[in-house]
């Protein structure tokens, strides 16, 4: 057993042609990349969200199903476009919650959403004044607020492995 | 243990700032993409393979520090070069050999060179009339003319996890 959970560097090395790239196949989709690319345009309205989080689960799913291992980053805050997206994948799909509580995320508040939020100049933010349902039986739940990034990062490569 | 040979979707769902990206941390280096944005202007002599390997090296080791996963996709034709990438990686660092023959990666000629150079129309195509020195105690050997590629992803997950 390698442990992962510090990072890896893992050189694919060999003929032009040999195959190398078709191995590395790993995709992250990162629901705010893809509202740049894939949903622009879509609001954050319950049907907009809606629409967002099928959007980004379709293109993981073909993804998916050419033997590409996706990692999706989004906040999808409803169960039904979560278990929808789950539907469109059969078996290649693990639901992974990041569960870290509401005041320790606004305690970090990356990109200063809690902020603006209390400052009135933002509304309708996932968790406080818009609804999160949190997954019922995730394959995965990290607790984020209770152990080391490394840790958290070997938490999900062991339950994926 | 989950087959992650044919694909899978990961799905991190939580609230903003809940840790989210920072547990999808994978990033692809591809050879040919980090030519375009990376080491642009060089050629391929000696020396500038050299340049390209460890540059392309560098930048990985800097992510795999940071406890990213890193695919890196790289011909990197010379045992030296590899050598002290590996050296900058310390225990980080995983070399995976694509053992695809001659021949077969000829035959496959993803991108054309080999029918160029066969044509007159390129020279210092690696394997053919440009060196290429095979690893000698690689971490992992994919040999993927003899097994589809969904048993050389196998191999390969099975190896470094």
């Not at 199903?65 to 906040?75: F, K, T």
């Not at 990356?110 to 004044?129: C, F, H, I, N, P």
């Amino acid at each position: 057993m390698r442990d992962l959970s510090t990072g890896v560097t893992v050189w694919f090395t060999g003929l032009p042609s040999s195959g190398k790239t078709t191995l590395a196949r790993v995709e992250v989709l990162d629901g705010d990349l893809a509202r740049e690319h894939l949903t622009k345009g879509l609001g954050f309205s319950r049907e907009d969200r809606a629409e967002n989080v099928r959007r980004i689960g379709w293109v993981a799913s073909l993804l998916a199903r050419n033997g590409v291992i996706v990692l999706a980053s989004v906040i999808s805050p409803y169960r039904d476009d979560r278990d929808a997206v789950r539907e469109m994948h059969g078996e290649r799909f693990v639901e992974v919650h990041v569960a870290t509580p509401l005041d320790v995320c606004a305690e970090r508040d990356v990109k200063g959403l809690y902020a603006k939020q209390r400052a009135g100049e933002l509304s309708g933010l996932t968790g406080v004044d818009d609804p999160y349902e949190p997954p019922l039986r995730p394959e995965v739940v990290v607790p984020t607020h209770q152990q080391s990034v490394d840790e958290s990062v070997e938490l999900l490569w062991r339950s994926l492995t």
